[in-house]
């Protein structure tokens, strides 16, 4: 074993250190190296990183526009309030902090549902509420304990209100939160998509959805310093949001309540037009629904109630009902038989009380008839055997073509979207609608009742409405319309919406004279007079009743038959009849008689438009009223 010299050792010692002080020189020296690299070379990228950390750029949602009606009532408006809100990326037991916030803050089971129902719809990093609406005392009792939820904190949101209620909910509609489909079609453009960042709503039906982007506004922007849990500290700069437009309507909401007061607990609907621009006055579906349900996410038991309701409360009746129209189709029929010179005004024939083809036989509702009969006269007194006649005599393609122009079977372009078309009866429609031969045939006896409104014809209330307006306006065709002005809301500039004539039909001033005078006679010594008794005003109007099934040649009578079962009650309307500036159409479901049922609702209706007069009292009962002429 060789023996090292003590020199020798120095010697080794001093290589030793020379190469540990070499391994820490050039460790330092990496050190320093990447020291230099990330403080110099990648300054701008990590000063960026750490400016993000403690800098927060967050969206701020615009303030939504109002609702006004024609007189500036408010429909619809924004009120502030405190939300309890979880981010569920932050959270590490969601519920176990739920239960521990439910400690210090009321959170019911329907709260717990809504927020699960969120969660499921949002993404994980989304701030989601679990409580809205909170007092000044809940707020200060979270506040106090906030350090013990990482995740949770107060935000104060804006929110939707609809201060009547159910009043014009149909039309008007109601906003509630975004959902996957809704978030997939934003974020495929990409203005969109900025502009709805922060924004939680979009309108679902009504003006609310038609109007999303008048209503809606541009999203502002603020850069806030946060905390290392995230929370905001003070703000550093803001892009203010430009609010939405607000929405001054056509509707009279005066008009409005007294029509929807006026149907009780009855189903239906009502649609008042100004003829002259197209302006809705009023747009009734009854049974109504509170819009105010929606705007936070509806509950379970909420929507069960109406989704389950027999009565359908969130069917639009006004657009989206399609009934056959009764002997309100009559005055029509008159005024194509005088167009097309298929029959002349004074040509009278004696009605016996039926109508015989082949080997059916087709009865009017007055037993023995109505004795000498012209076309004012089977206005008046809606007899059916004349019409009979005059749709055999026409055709249905002739009848088909000149109730197109007038808006039957087709959409009105109203703004509000999912508007009905209706059934407008012809051979073309038949062989679309049908599969078979024998199916797609049209036959010469299924004429014969849509002369009356009866057979395929379904049409909306709003059509109804429309053509009548039509006729009272002499042709002139304006698309109907509920918005007024678009009021600009940096400005306060109002950009009327021009009312849109759609067409001049050209109808012959004499025979809309012809119509006119039948049309006066109902309501003077017809099927009209008993509701239009005593009226300040001239209107001219028409009764109808149009048959929910088949009765298979047995004679009706309403109380023998179910109530779902029993007709439906028509009546349209216009006023002042030398000028008119209201038309209108009403449908009650299941009402029996127009006369006893529909009238009395559109005299309350026309008694407060023209002539300032609130009804008294509730509508006229169905059971107790009785019925003139031939029981329309």
Known sequence: MEIKTPEQEIQRFRARVVVAGLFVLCGFGLILARYAYLQVVRYDYYSTRAEDNRISLLPVAPNRGLIVDRNGVVLARN??????????????????????????????????RRFRKLLDESKNFESLPIRSRLSDEEVARFVARRYRFPGVDIKA??????????????AVGY?????????????DDE??????????????TGLEQSYEKELHGTSGFEQVEVDASGR?????????????????????IGLQRVAEQAFGERRGSLV????????????????RFDPNLFVDGIS????????NSPDHPMINRAMNGAYPPGSTFKPFMALAALETGKRAATTAFHDPGFFVFGNNTFRDDKVGGHGMVDMVKSIVVSCDTYYYTLANEMGIDLISDFMGKLGFGSRTGIDISGESIGVLPSQAWKKRRFKTPAQQKWYAGETISIGIGQGYNAYTPLQLAHATATLANGGVMFKPHIVKYVVDARTGQRRVIEPTPVADLGFKPENLEVIRKGLIGVNLYGTGARAFAGAKYTSGGKTGTAQVFSLRGAKYIEHQVHARLRDHALYIAYAPAEKPTIALAVLVENGGFGATAAAPIAR???????????PAGAVQDDAAAETEGTGD
């Open 79 to 112: 009120y502030s309030a405190y939300t309890l809100e979880i981010t569920p990326s932050k959270v590490q037991n969601l519920e176990d902090t739920i239960d521990q916030l439910a400690d210090i803050i009321e959170i019911q089971p329907r709260d717990r």
């Open 175 to 187: 906003i509630g939160r975004i959902n996957q489909r809704e978030m997939v079609e934003i974020n």
């Open 191 to 204: 203005e969109l998509a900025a502009n709805y960042r922060g924004t939680e709503h979009i309108g679902k």
């Open 232 to 252: 905001a500290i003070r703000a550093l700069a803001r892009t203010a949001p430009v609010p939405g437009n607000d929405l001054q309507l056509t509707l009279d």
């Open 272 to 287: 008042a037009i100004e003829p002259s621009t197209g302006g809705v006055l009023a747009f009734v579906s009854t049974p």
């Open 300 to 307: 379970t038991e909420n929507w069960d109630a109406l989704n």
């Open 604 to 614: 309350q209706v026309m008694d407060y438009y023209l002539a300032g007069i609130k």
């Open 157 to 170: 949101r804006l929110f939707r209100q609809y201060p009547l209620g159910e009043v014009a909910a149909h």
